[in-house]
């Protein structure tokens, strides 16, 4: 298996929508969480700015994040997406070990 993998996903919500975000957010992550090989979960609202955030994900590996995206829940949950985004989110993979 390849090693961990962190992910740091930027959100965005149509304007005043942000809470349908956060409502899909608290049902989406206790299923999440409870996924093999899932070893974070967490989004953060931008401070000052209740339409943005900011979703931390590690895995234990590329294999683990990529059966992850192929579950139902989440099939589900990008489908229903569009209804309160801005549009896609951006994802940004970060290196394995920090710099220093």
Do not use: N
């Not at 929508?17 to 899932?38: D, H, K, S, T, Y």
């Not at 943005?52 to 990008?78: G, N, Q």
Request: with cysteine.
């Amino acid at each position: 298996m390849s090693q961990p993998i962190q992910l740091v996903i930027l959100i965005s919500t149509l304007p005043g929508r942000g809470r349908e975000q956060v409502a899909a957010f608290e049902r989406l992550a206790p299923v999440v969480r409870a996924e093999e090989g899932c070893l974070r979960y967490d989004m953060h609202q931008v401070s000052g700015d209740p339409d943005r955030f900011v979703l931390i994900e590690r895995w234990s590996s590329k294999e683990a994040l990529a059966a992850h995206d192929a579950t139902p829940h989440m099939i589900e949950a990008d489908a229903a997406s569009p209804a309160f985004r801005a549009g896609p989110a951006e994802v940004i993979e970060l290196t394995a070990d920090p710099l220093a």
